[in-house]
């Protein structure tokens, strides 16, 4: 701790960071203890509850001082309590564009080695750095963050500028946070399914590509099942063997769609089709293919199919190497690589009854990195 003077002033910005604009937009507490009295202030007891400030041990005094010495600040000596100059600040329409989403930062980051570091793409006005609340590394960072700047042109600025790196060992990876709101909002509907029993592999909880990772809105599919013919190909039986890229993922599938209506959809490569993971009332499923020029061609259908409201992609990265694990199939050898279990079967063919746990994954709090 340096002089008195600049202990004051660290307490002064700390109290100043507290009331800010940016702040109170999202502390929900301090802001309803605020809201909640009529001349919108705190009591400096209250205050002094505040993790940082306990670290300053500061006093009541301390904080009226302070806050007698800011432009922003006003304190009542007689009641001990501390409020803004100016109202309570309204909402601002653009935050979420003006923010970013961070992560592989280091685990000794902190408020001002973030704000450091992003300093030179715009105006940072708030940066959130989560800590673990439980458990044997309570406290510890999660080493990510996210960083508000004053307008979403400096985001923007910041998102391209980082780019170029990201591929790096180490190297920080950032994002827009509508995009990580997105990803976030897809993975969990994703293992929603899987809880649910419609898909039969588990995402893993970390690696997931940006790229890799897509799912539409749930929308009624058009397909009439009245309009379609039963299937010619049965599903293969033998020894799974790994294909690259031969995975073609479904969403936005109706509740009506059965598997003979997506055999007859992909009619032109039904014969190339070697199994369709779907189970009925599902909104999604996973088609494999023979070949990569088969999976391809189905996207292509799929796109000139007018009335069809599904979307399809090819899974790639972890979600495909994912899928193929819960197969019991490695990918990490050459292509037609054979289980290392070679009595591993397919997932279709009855298994032993075990109980299968339904429901949501509400217990497992795990935060979603979209990293290599």
């Keep these: 701790m ?24 999202k502390d929900r507490f301090l802001r309803s203890v605020l809201e909640e009295e009529e001349d919108t202030r705190i009591s400096a007891e209250k205050l002094l509850t505040f993790r940082k400030l306990q670290e300053l041990n500061a006093t009541e005094k301390d904080l009226l001082a302070a806050a007698k010495k800011s432009n922003v600040l006003q304190a009542d000596e007689n009641s001990f309590r501390i409020g803004r100059v100016d109202g309570l600040p309204p909402p601002k329409p653009d935050e979420v564009a003006c923010t970013i989403y961070v992560e592989r930062l280091s685990l000794d980051a902190s408020v001002d080695s973030v704000k450091t570091l992003f300093s030179q793409y715009g105006n940072v006005i708030h940066v959130s750095l989560p800590r673990r609340h439980e458990g044997v590394k309570k406290g510890e960072l999660y080493g990510f963050a996210f960083v508000e700047f004053d307008k979403s042109a400096q985001a923007d600025a910041a998102v391209k500028g980082l780019a170029p790196n990201i591929e790096s060992d180490g190297a920080v990876r950032c994002m827009h946070k509508a995009t990580w709101d997105r990803l976030k909002g897809e993975y969990k509907q994703l293992q929603r399914e899987y809880a649910k029993g419609n898909i039969k592999y588990k995402l893993p909880p970390i690696g997931v590509k940006e790229d890799d990772l897509s799912v539409e809105p749930i929308r009624n599919s058009s397909l009439n099942p009245k309009q379609v013919t039963k299937p010619t190909v049965r599903p293969d039986k033998g020894n799974l063997q790994w294909k690259p890229n031969v995975l073609v993922s479904l969403s936005n599938i109706g509740p009506k769609v059965t598997k003979t209506i997506l055999r007859n959809l992909f009619k032109e490569e039904e014969k190339n089709i070697a199994y369709v993971d779907f189970k009925k009332g599902s909104s999604t499923a996973v088609i494999r293919f023979n070949g990569a020029t088969s999976a391809t061609k189905a996207l292509s259908i799929l796109g000139r199919e007018k009335n069809c409201e599904m979307k ?21 050898g050459e292509e037609g690589a054979l289980p290392s279990d070679t009595k591993t079967k397919e997932v279709n063919e009855a298994p032993p009854q075990k109980k299968r746990r339904t429901g949501s994954l509400k217990s497992k709090k795990t935060h979603i990195t979209f990293d290599d």
């Design 312 to 332: 399809g992609q090819l899974l790639k990265g972890d979600l495909e190497t994912g899928y193929w694990a819960g197969l019991g199939v490695s990918t990490c």
């Design 2 to 25: 340096g002089s008195p003077e600049e202990r004051e002033e660290e307490i002064r910005l700390q109290l100043e960071f507290y009331f800010s604009d940016a702040n109170l937009r």
